[in-house]
């Protein structure tokens, strides 16, 4: 029996001996380590630049505008402060300044908090230190990751600085922008992304819109060609736990302290095939089938399951598919009420 979980690997690459590394979020890109070199070292050629006078570091405007007027010297467009990616950023440097950091942070940040701006985003991170200013650090940044700094795609940033030790993430891809994008804004509200409304409350299951998760996985199966999926009692039940399980812990796990095949086969349930997913910061139906289609789109196609449950408790949530030997009834692809949804045990 095979379970599987939404955990995912990442190269990392050191430049200058400060940790680097990046992430695609498509379904076919691989994950590399991502160091770069310019082919011509940029220097800081504003006047205004280099007449400024920086009291104090980590001034995420300062250093915005500063990225940005190099960005339109090179004729590319603005990107602009995204407050997900700051908080990944802050979680990234806050960690690493504390000596804590470890090289599947990153990974862990990209499940849990930047897959859900969607599947086609590509994203990475760079961590500097001994630098003692915001310009010394846009140099060195700008030299250290210039084809990213400087790629014509690039739509946001995250910053953070702490202890003297700055972090940023950059993403491309993204889905939700600003209608127009500041090159250098005046206040310091960070763009967030907009959260897709919730259904009705009597369609919520074990804190799960079940019409709408249905609907949207039952989609993706019918394109495929695969049949809709019925909700499992026992599926839905050990999701329901596993998610319980994670909000207390306060962490994502994919192992458990409790094994999914052996807690569902202790229900006196008979089920050929299993298969788990599990993850947190939950926001959307949405976000999470852009998530499981991105990093298990041929565990969710796959023809031979035939059921299903689902839950989210405090944002940790839990997917569990199976297949039973024995004729199921589905039900409608996107059943218009809880009346219309196949229910079996």
Not at 208 to 214: E, G, H, P, R
Not at 288 to 298: E, G, Q, R
Not at 320 to 340: Q, W
Request: charged share 15%; net charge neutral.
């Amino acid at each position: 029996m095979r379970l599987f979980g939404a955990s995912s690997s990442l190269l990392l690459g050191l430049s200058a001996m400060w940790p680097t590394g990046s992430f695609a979020l498509t379904p076919s890109s691989s994950v590399s380590a991502h160091s770069a070199a310019p082919a011509h070292p940029v220097l800081p050629t504003a006047k205004a630049h280099s007449a400024i006078r920086v009291p104090a570091q980590g001034d995420e405007l300062r250093i915005l505008c500063r990225l940005n007027a190099d960005r339109q010297r090179r004729r590319l467009p603005s990107v602009f402060l995204h407050r997900t990616l700051s908080q990944v950023a802050a979680e990234l440097g806050t960690r690493y300044a504390d000596g804590e950091f470890s090289s599947n942070d990153f990974s862990t940040l990209v499940s849990s908090k930047i897959f859900p701006l969607g599947s086609s985003v590509s994203t990475s991170y760079k961590i500097i230190g001994t630098v003692y200013s915001d310009a010394e650090y846009v140099v060195n940044l700008e030299t250290s990751l210039y084809s990213s700094v400087f790629a014509g795609d690039l739509d946001a940033i995250g910053l953070y600085q702490d202890k003297g030790i700055y972090t940023l993430v950059l993403a491309s891809g993204l889905s939700a922008k600003p209608a127009s994008v500041e090159a250098c804004p005046v206040t310091r509200e960070q763009f967030t992304p907009p959260t897709t409304t919730p259904g009705p409350p009597g369609n919520t299951v074990n804190g799960v819109d079940l019409l709408q998760f249905l609907c949207s996985i039952n989609n993706e199966r019918a394109a495929a060609g695969a049949a809709p999926l019925a909700v499992h009692g026992a599926l839905t039940n050990e999701a329901s736990e596993q998610a319980r399980i994670m909000s207390i812990l306060g962490r994502y796990t994919v192992d458990g302290p409790r094994h999914v095949d052996e807690a569902i086969y202790a229900q006196g349930v008979s089920i050929a095939k299993l298969g788990w997913v599990a993850g947190d910061s939950f926001t959307s139906i949405s976000s999470l089938t852009n998530l499981l289609m991105a990093t298990y789109s041929s565990q969710v196609l796959d023809p031979a399951f035939n059921v299903v449950g689902v839950a989210q408790d405090s944002g940790f949530w839990s997917v569990i598919l199976g297949k039973v030997n024995r004729n199921i009834v589905a039900g409608k692809k996107c059943p218009k009420d809880m009346g219309e949804v196949a229910f079996t045990s």
